[in-house]
């Protein structure tokens, strides 16, 4: 139940967009051009509109922000600033007698008549390896359960620095990449589509905060660097991955496509889902130890849809399962000096649970294969194929106060 | 001897800058703000002031890409753009009637008394591994002679992601890094100053055409969309590096900083110093066999300049040294779909030849700091001491037509 805060909007008990929650994304619909807004139940609130209308008239802001392609600028006037207009936006849908009840057909448009747009310019997107499930079943699989985690990872927040051009918003198609494989027993590289093509079910941090080139962001400043979350899916190709990884890490097996959901829940959003992460052991070093809960408790499900067939649910999971939390990441990141930007993506790696049908990614649901799926409608999936379509979802959910994310979904078209 | 085009200004015969290069830059001065420049001798072109001239009336092009902090605008503009603005200038230089030798005062700017700034946004950097030398000799010292070579490495062009925010312009100073790294037979990693700082010896080439996501850049088509190369240092801390990098890549050990010459010299500039690469054996994939000559004939220099002593040469190289040729790692690098974008900047790998002057690494040079190099007031350097500063200096020359790239200069500071 709802106890504090009521709207005098219809939102549906399920929907991810509570009068708690209030993230922010870049939408347009048939009339109008790129413009920030907010999503409340079925709706969007058109910040664009709204400072129009003047109900930011007091908040000194340079509303011009709101009618940029991306949210950067808005981000970057700083926490102080969103939580005003999340303040705002809170009293505009609760007080009987708002205003913007009013002006309701303007300033609120239906989500299913809108289009959502990347959110951000993304300056650098960096994805960590932080799950200790998901690092101990990719290690197990190519170099045995003696050896399944390397001698750092328990000492520091494994990463490595992906592609920024290839992020695309929920809802774009990205084509099955091709590139070169080394097949099991053959003599010579093959190029051709990828026949290993997965998903990575993570979440990415936004960086709300520029830092400065050479000094660093400690874990107990983290957070004020820290804007919001989105769902990520970091799709792999691990037969092109498996070949070319060595010894520089990830790179066409990773960067024709990532893909993100559209609405950046912020932090303060997320405030009553904080718990404490796992113990960790060994002791990091100094500058990797924080008190207080940095992890959140989001539950996040993959399906997965073939061409003509119904979506199925094919893993549960939660975000609080990192073993590195994002203080820990941040602070990792920048401890050697380099600069964060306003907009950069600092991704979770693969969020996997102990348990098998929590993994996330085939690599594991599978075992790289060798345990295939069975879909309701009978087929088969060892990875993914043409035209199926795989979303994932997440929310926090703490005594009925529903904080969502909405969903990351893409579909596969076949290589160009 | 310059035989072809002969300039009415007095340009040293050592300069870079002759009147064949006329290389891309951003810079300012004490009385005005950013803007674009063309380096000529020991002087600047002013575009902006050139085109509130008129100087490029008759070529259709707005005019203001010339005011702006970097040349992206400009370079998007297309190379049908770029080469009429480079032949304009020569006009002007060489014509005895020019109309700029009379507003030579405020057309011309002397270098020295101009910052240079980064040219460039940079929306992602890629840095590849190509020289065979190189790769050779950190295989050789890390897993010995015989496995020096990935099995990869002679059927693709290996590379991995940087991070593009660290990324500063020629006399930007840089902080020593910090860092995790394990020492040998300790037990547990230490944090604390790299130990082992070094530079990387790298040219990078410029995007200067988006690609569409999930297309491809044929070797063929590749040089159509590279507008001109940089000097690059790859900054390298090796200690945070050997402890961090397995499984995913190099990460904190490099993305401290890299360093760019300010000044982009187009392909267009380097046509006569095109030479062929060497033969790949085995055969490449068809994918990245490409005709004609796609290697470039570019001297290249490091020196080491101590706090309190004079600069000197410790290694010279060549870029012709290259393995994988520019179009080959820009058609592997979208093979898969990924996009580039203009800006994007894809660095070489150090370019180390075969001699043991011509390392491009202290790594190398020292090999790992075994044979530490003598200077010549009686200092020994293993690896980059604080209040040293690294410099690149890089030309082609072909019959006394010299087109360089002037430097890239860097000094180290402490530890913040």
Not at 8 to 27: A, K, R, T
Not at 128 to 135: K, N, Q, T
Not at 140 to 146: D, L, P, Q, T, V
Request: charged fraction near 20%.
């Amino acid at each position: 139940m709802n106890t504090e805060k009521k709207t005098w909007l219809d939102i549906p008990e399920s929907s991810d967009f509570s009068i708690h929650n209030l993230p922010f994304g870049i939408f347009s619909t048939i009339e109008g051009g790129y413009r920030a807004g907010v999503a409340i139940g079925d709706y969007i609130m058109d910040l664009k509109v709204l400072a129009e209308y003047g109900h930011f008239n007091d908040l000194s802001i340079d509303t011009a922000v709101f009618s940029q392609s991306v949210l950067n600028d808005f981000i970057r006037l700083g926490k102080p600033v969103s939580r005003q207009v999340r303040q705002r936006l809170q009293q505009l849908m609760t007080q009987e007698d708002s205003p913007l009840r009013q002006d309701q057909a303007k300033a609120l448009v239906l989500q299913k008549e809108a289009t959502m747009h990347m959110p951000l310019a993304v300056g650098d997107y960096t994805d960590f390896y932080s799950s200790l499930e998901h690092a101990t079943n990719v290690g197990s699989m190519f170099r045995g359960k003696e050896n399944a985690l390397m001698p750092n990872w328990k000492h520091l927040p494994v990463a490595y620095h992906g592609r920024a051009s290839s992020i695309v918003v929920s809802g774009t198609p990205i084509h099955r990449p091709k590139g070169q494989s080394m097949p099991a027993g053959a003599e010579k590289p093959v190029m051709g589509p990828s026949k290993a093509l997965d998903f990575e079910l993570e979440m990415a941090f936004v960086i709300g905060k520029d830092s400065q080139l050479g000094s660093s962001i400690t874990v107990e400043e983290a957070e004020e660097y820290i804007f919001g979350l989105v769902l990520f899916n970091d799709w792999s190709a691990r037969d092109i991955q498996k070949w070319e990884y060595v010894p520089l890490g990830p790179f066409l097996g990773k960067n024709f496509g990532s893909s993100i959901s559209p609405w950046i829940v912020t932090l303060e959003a997320l405030e009553p889902y904080r718990m404490a992460g796992p113990v960790q052991q060994p002791e990091p070093l100094s500058y990797l130890q924080n008190k207080g809960k940095h992890n959140f408790d989001v539950a996040l499900e993959v399906s997965l849809q073939p061409a003509k067939g119904e979506a199925q649910v094919i893993a549960r999971s939660n975000f609080k399962n990192m073993y590195w939390n994002i203080c820990q990441q941040l602070a990792h990141h920048t401890v050697n000096g380099c600069n964060v930007r306003v907009g950069d993506l600092m991704a979770s790696g693969t969020l996997s649970g102990k348990a098998q049908d929590s993994y996330g990614s085939m690599l594991e649901l599978t075992w790289n294969g060798e345990r295939p799926l069975h879909l309701a409608d009978g087929q088969e999936r060892a990875f993914i194929h043409d035209h199926d379509t795989v979303s994932m979802r997440g929310y926090a959910d703490k005594e009925g106060r529903r904080v969502g994310f909405g969903e990351v979904r893409t579909k596969i078209l076949p290589a160009l």
